[in-house]
Every structure is written in structure tokens, then in C-alpha cells.
């Protein structure tokens, strides 16, 4: 059973380039999260989604960050013209939800580099 | 959600026994405990999970005090590869958002 699998591992991207993020939960997993770790730094909550759905977006710039989780396919975090301050290590983790125990997994997470 | 304090680091020397306090203060009724380890460029890793009194596992043991205002990790005889980030959080379990807070640095020297 395979792990949550993001993609791509590292990203570069210049200011004003979109970036695209990918994350593919847990088989059986239908709650995803995302969470945004600036060197030495904790991790900052994004958003939670369930399929078709955000369900807490409280984490989420307002402008130029978007998030989805569709019915069929990846989770995708979307990042319209990029900063340098984008620049981070952009985590998904994913859970079963319902009768789970709440534990998440996360993938290795997906390195966005702004020149 | 309960906003949660941890020790910003620690050090410890391998072979001891370590304890990371978690502070909790406003922790609701339906909130579970749980911590998660992350090594350097990696996501974090769950080590356990608890409610209230005492759980243990092959990695750790998770204390929580009847008024759950607190709970402490405790690591028997680390080793120089348990240097890694430790976060508590609280929270329901039940697909609600999860809230890192900065977490504990902790260093096992030889």
C-alpha cells in the first residue's frame, strides 16, 4: 500500500510562474491536508479538503493560492505568480477520516524554489 | 482549537531517557493528543496517540494527567537518530484541521 505521494520533490519556478503541486493520498484516504515549513521553521496549516470539497481554507493566502481535491485524481495546491517568499517546503498529509484514529500521513513533502 | 507549548529544545546525551512536556491549557472535551516526529527534509512522522492517563508503544510512551492540561513524550534511551523535530497537537481527530505548533528541537549528543 502505497505512501501519500507528492509531486514533484523540487520545483524552481521564477517570480510571476504558476506552480503546481500534486499529492496523492493514501489508498482508501479521502481527507487531505496541506501545510506550507519555511526553513527551520513549524508547519503552517493551509487547507483541508475532502473530496470535491474544502472544508477549512483558514490557512490559505487570499490571493494567488488555490487548492482542490477532485473526484478523480490528485489533490492539487496551485500557486499563481510566484514570490520569492513562496519559496518553502509544501507538505500534504492524508487521513481516512470517519472511524480513524486521526493519524495523518505525509508525504515528502514538495520543494518550491523562487528565483 | 487548543493552542498547545512545548519547549523550543532540548539536549539530551544517548542512552538517556527524554521528556517533552506539551501544554494544552484549553484542550476540549473530544480532543485526542497526539505527537509527530520530523526528521530534516522529511514529513513528519506520527509516534503516538492518547486521550487521557497512560499510552505506550515500541517508540514512546505518552502521558496524560487527569485534567489533560498537559501531557509529556517520553523517549527511553534515545540514540543519536531520535535528533529530530517533536510537535504536539490537539485536536479532534475526526477530520477537523490539524494546527502544528513551532515544535521541540531535540538534539542526542554522543
Known amino acids: 500500500n502505497a505512501g501519500v505521494m507528492q509531486n514533484p520533490r523540487h520545483l524552481v519556478r521564477r517570480r510571476g510562474q504558476e506552480a503546481r503541486l500534486r499529492c496523492s493520498p493514501m489508498?482508501?484516504?479521502?481527507?487531505v491536508y496541506w501545510y506550507r515549513q519555511l526553513p527551520e521553521e513549524g508547519l503552517k496549516f493551509m487547507v483541508y479538503?475532502?473530496?470535491?470539497?474544502?472544508?477549512?481554507e483558514s490557512g490559505m493566502p487570499k490571493e494567488r493560492f488555490s487548492a482542490e481535491f477532485p473526484k478523480e485524481g490528485p489533490s492539487i495546491l496551485r500557486i499563481q505568480q510566484v514570490v520569492r517568499g513562496d519559496s518553502a517546503a509544501y507538505f500534504c498529509?492524508?487521513?481516512?477520516?470517519?472511524?480513524?484514529?486521526?493519524?495523518?500521513?505525509f508525504g515528502e513533502g514538495s520543494r518550491l524554489t523562487v528565483l | 482549537l487548543a493552542k498547545t507549548t512545548q519547549p523550543i529544545s532540548m539536549d539530551s546525551y544517548e542512552g538517556q531517557e527524554v521528556n517533552i512536556t506539551c501544554s494544552h491549557n484549553n484542550i476540549a472535551t473530544n480532543d485526542y493528543i497526539t505527537w509527530y516526529q520530523q526528521f530534516p527534509s522529511q514529513g513528519p512522522r506520527f509516534i503516538i496517540q492518547?486521550?487521557?492517563t497512560k499510552v505506550t508503544n515500541e517508540v514512546a510512551s505518552l502521558f496524560i494527567p487527569a485534567d489533560r492540561k498537559s501531557s509529556t513524550l517520553s523517549l527511553p534511551r534515545v540514540s543519536l537518530s531520535d535528533t529530530a523535530v517533536y510537535y504536539c497537537?490537539?485536536?479532534?481527530?475526526?477530520?477537523?484541521?490539524?494546527?502544528f505548533g513551532p515544535g521541540t528541537r531535540l538534539s542526542v549528543l554522543p
Open positions: 489508498k482508501g484516504h479521502s481527507h
Open positions: 492518547g486521550y487521557k
Open positions: 497537537l490537539v485536536g479532534d481527530p475526526y477530520g477537523q484541521n490539524f494546527v
Open positions: 479538503l475532502q473530496k470535491e470539497n474544502i472544508i477549512d
Open positions: 498529509a492524508s487521513s481516512g477520516g470517519g472511524a480513524n484514529t486521526g493519524e495523518l500521513f
